[in-house]
């Protein structure tokens, strides 16, 4: 059976743009400052002098045309880009350009790939047990999880919904929910702050709008950064967009703002071989198509 907590998140109706500011005690405190970061490939500069910046409790959604570099700061985030100059703080003082990839959970940051990495032999709740074990070295080291940690498993299932399927294995998930399991295997490590890149690629419509709602419960409580292409998803469930082109802000605000922004249509076009595709209109482009964003 499904729990109350899952039947809210994926059976109400979701409220348009309902996400944002959360209600936690630092809401309204910068939780992310990247500051005049600049990272160059091979003498060809990638993120360029950027300034950016997210509070604590705020779900952003960051856009821009293929190449813009979102990628590559959500790596410079996570410590798998060192940069050239700048700094990354993080969670009232941590410069994050000088931590290890491997330091990021304990710090509270999540990240979410695009293919899922979860253990297709392992069981749903035993993925999420590993997901546990990685934050609580002790708890793999001494075997079995206390009831404490049972319960925040749990919770996690409910709020992804998959108490159902807690005893299958993961491989035998759709890839809707194999995403929503990877999404479990970081919320039970309890981040600070999540970062996906696409995370609604490859899913069907009905798959997404639940992807939508869950992104929006998790947002009320944490801060979530978002890489998305899909601009009706966007435009559907962001409150506030960054838009990003040539490794700077291009233009932040709420997506009508953002899509009207000459600029920002310009910069659109300029990715766009057919000439008359805008934000407003493009959805799920690929890397490499002559659609752009
Ligand atoms: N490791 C790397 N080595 C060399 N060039 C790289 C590397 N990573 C990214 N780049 C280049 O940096 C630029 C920005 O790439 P990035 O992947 O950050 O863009 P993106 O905004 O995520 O694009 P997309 O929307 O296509 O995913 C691109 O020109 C890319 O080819
Ligand atoms: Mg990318």
């Known amino acids: 059976m499904i729990g109350r907590r899952a039947r809210q998140i994926f059976q109400a109706p979701a409220s348009h743009a309902a996400n944002g500011a959360g209600s936690g005690p630092e809401t309204g405190k910068t939780i992310l400052s990247v ?31 293929n190449g813009a570099g979102k990628t590559t700061l959500i790596d410079s985030i996570t410590g798998k880009s060192k940069p050239d100059r700048g700094r990354i703080v993080f ?26 990495s979860i253990f297709g032999s392992l069981t749903v709740y035993q ?10 070295r002790i ?17 996690t299932l409910e709020e992804v919904a998959l108490v ?28 600070k702050l999540l970062l996906m890149d696409e995370p609604v690629a490859g899913m069907t419509r009905r798959e997404r709008e639940k992807t939508g709602e869950l992104l929006q419960s998790i947002g009320s409580t944490r801060s979530v950064l978002v890489v998305e292409h899909d601009m009706e998803f966007v435009r559907r469930f962001a409150q506030t967009v960054t838009v990003l082109h040539l490794g700077k802000v291009l233009s932040e605000g709420d997506m009508e703002t953002v899509q009207r922004d000459p600029e920002v249509v310009r910069a659109y076009l300029g990715h766009g071989a057919s000439g008359n595709r805008t934000v407003a209109e493009s959805s799920q482009p690929r890397r490499g198509t002559a659609a752009g964003v």
């Open 164 to 191: 159902d399927r807690a005893s299958e294995v993961a491989g035998s998930l759709s890839h809707g929910e194999k995403q929503w399991l990877e999404i479990g295997m970081l919320l039970v490590q309890e981040p």
């Open 127 to 136: 993925n999420l047990e590993v997901a546990l074990g990685f934050r609580n």
């Open 35 to 65: 500051e005049k970061l600049t990272i160059s490939f091979d003498g060809f500069t990638v993120l360029n002098e950027l300034d950016f910046s997210m509070k604590y409790g705020e779900m952003r959604f960051l856009i821009g045309p």
């Open 91 to 116: 969670d009232g003082g941590t410069d994050l350009t000088r931590q290890q990839e491997h330091r990021l959970v304990r710090l509270g940051i999540g990240r979410k790939f695009q293919t899922p």
């Open 139 to 155: 708890t793999s080291l001494f075997g079995g999880i206390r009831s404490q940690e049972s319960d925040r498993i749990m919770a």
